[in-house]
């Protein structure tokens, strides 16, 4: 089977959770799946958010929601993100800006003061399962480097530079413990700590993110999302998840 593999990088990037404080806009720590989906659909020329048609609710009958276009022509992609800046931590630092259109705020002179947290300097290999029509379509569309839309990395403030696009080999895997070089599903293994004997400085990152759309309300559902160099003894039910490539063992999802 084969992958279709990129470089995605960007001076700054802004993966905004939805719930905030009243102080500050906060960013998850790495891109999530619906975010890469996001991107792919701005390369095909798929609509978003702002192009979905909601259907309003008819009386006696209940709301009947679907996915924006580019949810529901691409959900079925498997990815699987590799982080590449070290140990996959990402600097944030807090950007303090003005919105100054006149109706951002209620207070006199219509001035909204922004504070958003930014990843600095963010870079990922993005792989790309090739297992279906749209997945074959999208690997054209990079490897051409073509785009409909101008993708960027959760806000048109930060555009998304792809590079070193290419097709990789990935062959199926049944080690039972291994080492996971991509963000990989908790629920995929439980982790094996080192021995004292080992002279390996382990790393462990972990938060919940988005991975898929509820059909009904088109909100995030979450999943906990694991990055780390220790040993993993994986799942029998999650070994078919798993593919070799390039000296790498990678979870698609």
């Known amino acids: 089977m084969e992958a279709v593999k990129f470089t995605l990088s960007g001076r700054n ?5 939805p719930k905030v404080n009243a102080y500050y806009y906060f960013t998850y720590s790495h891109i999530h799946k619906v975010a890469l989906l996001g991107i792919f659909g701005a390369i095909l020329g798929y609509g978003g958010y702002a192009q979905k048609e909601w259907k309003k609710e008819k009386k006696g009958h209940p709301i009947e929601v679907d996915y924006p276009e580019f949810y529901e022509k691409l959900r079925h992609i498997k990815v699987s993100v590799v982080p590449k800046n070290e140990r996959g931590y990402i600097p944030k630092k807090v ?6 259109v006149g109706y951002a705020s ?16 963010p870079v990922w290999d993005i792989y790309v399962l090739i297992d279906c029509e749209e997945a074959e379509k999208l690997a054209g569309f990079l490897q051409q480097g073509k785009c409909v839309y101008f993708p960027y990395l959760g806000k048109n403030d930060h555009p998304a530079d792809i590079t070193n696009v290419e097709k990789v080999v ?5 080690l039972k413990e291994t080492v996971i070089s991509s963000m990989f599903l908790k629920e995929t293994g439980s982790l094996i700590m080192p ?9 462990k990152y972990a938060e919940k993110l988005p991975v898929a759309l509820n059909g009904y309300t088109n909100l995030y559902e979450y999943a906990d999302i694991c990055y780390t160099n220790m040993l993993v003894d994986i799942n029998n039910d999650k070994l078919y998840d798993l593919y070799k490539t390039e000296g790498k063992v990678l979870e698609f999802y």
């Open 13 to 17: 990037a802004f993966f905004k959770k």
């Open 95 to 100: 950007q303090i800006f003005n919105n100054s």
């Open 170 to 174: 990935v062959e199926d895997t049944i």
């Open 195 to 203: 021995d004292d004997e080992d002279d390996i400085e382990v790393f």
């Open 106 to 121: 209620a207070e006199q002179g219509g001035n909204l003061i922004i504070k958003e947290q930014w990843l600095e300097n």
